[in-house]
């Protein structure tokens, strides 16, 4: 018997953090992975739960069959997006930054590579790899064979090792370059901004045809700096916050959050930034 049984606890109350996990893990959409999270609380309230031997494994089966379904649909929308598409930020707390794994795997760095993976392989990979179901729940959940599911987490490690940044980040030196960048960019000391940015550094920023943002990655120091001081206005305020469970900062325009930044950090330089102006995507942080 399961300790959901034993103790007595809804199992969709003890699972609920890993299926909005799970489903935003997939979809890069916290809004989506809350409506996954909805349809599968409605598909659970319907089922005998008696007759189900492990709530945890039904539960996850239910959010990445909802999952797949509108992954496949956003793959569609997407190939129509207007410029590149990033993540729909989560400001997070200390206890997803203490889970090393938990916070490199919905680091924006990582929710773009997983993008370039097929909606299979995704799911795969995201079950696997970061909440480490085995093969034969995976397949069972997917409706597959454990051998193709093997062949799938394969492709995927494969595909996500060959994009995934390279090297260890440090945490404490993370957090200082975010609060440094952020005092640069609110100062305008480009001497100071260009310290803190890689030679090759690449921005990336989402505006979703609505706002302004680069319509391609903008590579190297001084292209990257002139955006960057181009896009904020002279009222802007500037407060520090935990992004997808790194350091970043949040500018924000006459009381409405107007832009999301995070980094990929080596060496003690931004290597990669990540700018989410998208008002669609940042509508679920307006107060």
């Known amino acids: ?13 003890t699972h609920r953090n890993l299926l909005f996990t799970v489903a935003y893990e997939m979809l890069g959409s916290a809004a989506d992975a809350e409506d996954v999270v909805q349809e599968t609380w409605l598909r659970w309230s319907e089922v005998d739960r008696g007759a189900v031997r492990d709530p945890r494994a039904y539960l ?67 079950l696997r790899e970061v909440f480490g179901f085995d093969y034969d729940e995976i397949a069972a959940t997917l409706d597959r064979t454990p051998a193709a599911v093997r062949q799938l987490a394969s492709r995927a490690r494969a595909h996500v090792s060959e994009r995934r940044p390279r090297g260890e980040v440090s ?6 370059v975010a609060r440094s960048f952020s005092l640069a960019v609110q100062t305008g000391e480009i001497e100071q901004l260009l310290g803190l ?27 990257v700096w ?47 930034l990540y700018v989410q102006r998208n008002p669609d995507k940042l509508a679920r942080l307006q107060s």
């Not at 300790?3 to 809804?10: F, I, K, L, R, V």
């Not at 916050?241 to 959050?257: D, H, I, S």
Request: glycine fraction near 8%; hydrophobic fraction near 40%.
């Open 60 to 126: 996850v089966r239910i959010a990445t069959r909802q999952s797949l379904n509108r992954m496949r649909a956003a793959t569609r929308r997407r190939e129509t997006y207007v410029g590149p598409w990033l993540p729909e930020p989560l400001l997070t707390r200390g206890d997803v930054a203490d889970d090393v794994a938990l916070a490199d795997s919905v680091s924006f760095a990582m929710l773009v590579v997983l993008e370039s993976l097929s909606p299979l392989e995704r799911a795969v990979f995201c």
């Open 226 to 272: 002139r955006f960057l001081l181009g896009v904020w206005p002279q009222d802007a305020e500037f407060t520090a916050v935990e992004v997808n469970g790194w350091p970043g900062f949040q500018m924000t325009v006459a009381g409405r959050v107007d832009l999301i930044a995070t980094f990929r950090v080596e060496g003690g330089l931004v290597t990669e």
């Open 197 to 223: 940015l890689a030679p090759d550094v690449v921005l990336h920023s989402d505006g979703g045809g609505k706002v302004k943002a680069a319509l391609r990655p903008i590579h190297g120091q001084d292209k």
């Open 171 to 176: 945490r404490s030196e993370h957090e200082q």
């Open 1 to 13: 018997m399961s300790p959901d049984h034993e103790t007595g606890a809804d199992p969709f109350l």
